[in-house]
Nanobody, 120 residues
């Protein structure tokens, strides 16, 4: 199983980025795909998750209205569209996967992470 995250980079406050995570080795449609992030010196934070049906979980208040998770099951890829980025969004972003009907706080597979840095 491999989750390959990409799309991170250095941007300015107010800019947008779209992260991608390509999965292989799993029956993609049978997995809940999620994004997490971890800022320096902070604990890992849940960002968003999306089921094969396309239904996503609620976003944290700090991300609501700015972040959108989506998926393309034909491409085995999950995306995270991030708009109006600010310095608080600076973190390493990880994608993760868990089979549906498994505990929502236990993700079995993790990608390597992609760095997002927002300069103010």
């Amino acid at each position: 199983v491999q989750l390959q995250a990409s799309g991170g980079g250095l941007v300015q406050a107010g800019d947008s980025l779209r992260l991608s995570c390509a999965a292989s080795g799993i029956n993609f449609s049978g997995y809940v795909m999620a994004w997490f992030r971890q800022a320096p010196g902070k604990e890992r934070e849940f960002v968003a998750a999306i089921r094969g049906s396309g239904v996503s979980t609620p976003y944290a208040d700090s991300m609501k209205g700015r972040f959108t998770v989506s998926r393309d099951d034909a491409k085995n890829t999950v995306y995270l569209q991030m708009n109006s980025l600010n310095s608080g969004d600076t973190a390493v972003y990880y994608c993760a996967a868990r089979r549906i009907f498994t505990p929502s706080d236990v993700y079995k597979y993790w990608g390597q992470g992609t760095q997002v840095t927002v300069s103010s």
